[in-house]
């Protein structure tokens, strides 16, 4: 291995030296749990740094935004390579802080292997039963670190025995600590020479591998720590057991233990070519590039960079890619995540993550090659929407032109102009605080941010006609439109239904019935985005009635400003009823803490509808307001002595209720 110098100077290319291996590795906790501090502690021993960062003083190698260093928290997916044995581990530090789940997401669909750091003080929060539950739903193979176990109040035993009952009981220590909660506490591996360790593994693994239950019984047979560990090793990388290790990321100790964990016991990338093989014989990495994009970012001269994980193939730099939807690209840099930071090369092969220059139709979610379209992702949509207002009103357009950038970059973050202002939708406050601190450090606009509100929808109050015809007083356009909507059932969306005799549409302009349709739904989609309160509206039937255009015939800005007034005008007549969202919700709380969880949810408008228990803890499910899940998520935590987990999601929109708000 090179000493820390060399790394920085010259750093190896990961994969590149046979028999290295690759294992793109998550690392992910609830907020100051210590993943960042342990992600350090990994470089360092891995050879990529040569002293340890600390999150408080703004020194880490992940936290590498001004804004991650000032406030001491992960707000964008961070990488870094260090190289352990014959593996090269690149390391996915994620944002903790529940309002940058969209990072968590996007990260998690590139991984092989994932860490889970609780801490071994505050044990497990919300955040560490939402983040394992979806480590879980995607099979990503997980070890948990215990961390700071020298911190005062450190009860590892507690701690562990909070992981089986809140995560799963399928936990297999590796470590046993010594003098917890003091400055000489150590964590030493468990090995075969403990007979109850083995015992009880033995019996924990045996009931999901029937071979190692058939020499578990059979007294000829003794099953040995190499058996046993390979056991493990296959059942973890299964998603079926979660070995456990304990340490200090602060004092280095149990990180070597869970370092040989992490190559030892975790999958390489499966879709990496092999050290070497049969010459002339294909290997993955032969044939054309097929990637994701799960990052993108902007470089200090204002190009695209995106952070692509290689699923099959080689990429090279002038390669002309395919980005779907008739988007192709070529690319023009490449730098691949090595020890010591990012190295350019040439290529970059399957199994490995880069950051390639050139892709600048790229967007988070994309296939490069390979036909594949970008996969939805499983979050909803950010549920809040506030105002921002440059400070200076001379700098309004360039605030808009900085959001629709951010905006860019972020699929997830929507904006929308709003008379001197703009909209953007987020997912809580913290985000919205840190964007306005970005606007304000990085794009020189202070802003102020007013309005916070939860996204809500216009559904119709009543059906309503209108028409303009060529001639009418005002209406300038060479086309005449007549249409009726009406209301139509929660959840339909905009039907669009065209009664007009055939003959009187623009076919000449259209060429077919499906391409007028098509055009109409566009011109449609401005007076539909913003009803008479704001709100987009929805869940109506919009019925063209009749049509009309003199000789020659009009031309497509006729036809649109033409619909456009006319469904303006219709909504008018018609009214609308702003309808906020409701959101169904599952909350998991000790049973002792049922009666405050209760008042709590009373108090915010939430409507209990079952419940049911499973030894100490009772999960209630209902529906909720979701204007009240932040502040219920807040009360929760005080309700339920902070072992209380709420998880919600979109259910329908109701009337907005006058007398609650």
């Not at 609780?118 to 670190?145: D, H, W």
């Not at 990495?285 to 200090?300: I, L, M, Y």
């Not at 902070?642 to 609650?660: C, N």
């Amino acid at each position: 291995m090179n000493t820390p110098h060399e790394s920085a100077s010259a750093p190896p290319d990961p994969c590149a030296a046979a028999p290295r291996r690759c294992l793109n590795l998550g690392i992910l906790a609830h907020v100051d749990a210590g993943k960042t501090s342990l992600t350090e502690a990994l470089l360092l021993r891995g050879g990529a740094i040569d002293h340890l960062g600390r999150v408080d003083d703004g020194t880490t190698q992940t936290d590498t935004m001004a804004l991650e260093r000032r406030r001491g928290i992960t707000i964008r997916a961070a990488l870094a390579t260090f190289a352990a044995d014959d593996v090269a581990v690149t390391v996915i530090d994620t944002p903790g802080h529940p309002d940058f789940i969209a990072e968590v997401d996007r990260s998690l669909a590139v991984l092989d292997g994932a860490v889970l750091v609780v801490s071994a003080v505050e044990g497990v929060q919300a955040q560490t039963i939402v983040l394992f539950r979806a480590l879980r739903r995607l099979g990503v193979p997980t070890l948990l670190f215990i961390n700071k176990i020298d911190r005062a109040g450190a009860d590892p035993d507690r701690v562990l025995a909070a992981l089986a009952s809140r995560l799963t009981p399928a936990l297999v220590p590796l470590t046993e600590v010594r003098l917890p909660g003091t400055a000489a506490a150590t964590a030493r591996p468990r090995t075969g020479a403990d007979d109850v360790w083995v015992e009880q593994t033995t019996a924990l693994l045996a009931e999901h591998d029937d071979d190692l239950l058939e020499a578990w019984v059979d007294p000829a047979r003794r099953i040995d720590e190499p058996h046993l560990r390979s056991a493990l090793a296959a059942l973890t990388r299964a998603g079926t057991v979660h070995p456990v290790l304990s340490g200090s990321a602060r004092t280095g100790e149990g990180v070597e233990q869970l370092m040989r964990a992490i190559t030892g016991i975790l999958p390489p990338a499966a879709d990496a070519p092999p050290a070497a093989g049969p010459a002339g014989a294909s290997v993955p990495g032969d044939g054309p590039a097929v990637a994701q994009v799960f990052k993108v970012e902007r470089s200090p001269s204002s190009q695209r960079v995106c952070t692509i994980r290689m699923r099959e193939g080689t990429l090279r730099v002038r390669d002309r890619v395919d980005l779907g939807a008739g988007r192709i690209a070529t690319v023009t840099g490449i730098d691949v995540f090595a020890p010591g930071g990012p190295v350019t090369r040439d290529a970059v092969t399957a199994g490995q993550v880069a950051r390639v220059r050139g892709l600048e139709p790229a967007r988070i979610g994309d296939w490069i090659g390979g036909g594949r379209a970008a996969a939805a992702s499983d979050l909803p949509e950010p549920g809040l929407e506030a105002r921002m207002i440059a400070v200076d009103p001379a700098q309004q357009a360039e605030l808009h032109r900085a959001l629709a950038e951010l905006a860019d970059i972020d699929p997830l973050i929507a904006v929308r102009p709003d008379r001197g202002a703009a909209r953007i939708r987020l997912y809580g406050a913290v985000q919205q605080e840190v964007l306005a601190e970005t606007l304000a450090t990085e794009h020189g606009i202070p802003v102020r941010v007013e309005g916070t509100t939860v996204v809500c929808v216009e559904r119709l109050a009543r059906p309503a006609e209108a028409v303009l015809r060529m001639g009418d007083p005002g209406h300038l356009h060479h086309y005449s439109l007549g249409l009726a909507v009406e209301p139509s059932a929660p959840g339909s969306g905009v039907e669009l239904v065209v009664s007009a005799p055939q003959i009187t549409l623009p076919m000449h302009v259209y060429g077919t019935i499906d391409g007028y349709r098509t055009a109409v739904r566009e011109y449609f989609a401005p007076p539909l985005a913003e009803g008479l309160h704001g709100w987009p509206v929805t869940d109506l039937r919009v019925t063209i009635l009749e049509s009309g255009y003199p000789p020659g015939g009009p031309q497509a800005v006729d036809v649109r400003r033409t619909a456009d007034g006319v469904l303006r005008e219709a909504i008018r007549r018609a009214g609308t009823v702003v309808c906020e969202p409701v959101d169904r919700f599952e909350l998991e709380t000790p049973a002792g803490t049922l009666s405050a969880v209760y008042g709590l949810l009373g108090r915010h408008g939430a409507i209990p509808e079952s419940s049911r228990i499973a030894g100490d803890l009772v999960t209630v499910l209902g529906v909720v307001p979701a204007a009240e899940v932040g502040a219920l998520r807040t009360g929760l935590s005080a309700a339920a002595h902070g072992e209380g987990v709420l998880e919600t999601v979109l259910d329908h929109y109701a009337p907005v209720d006058l007398k609650r708000t």
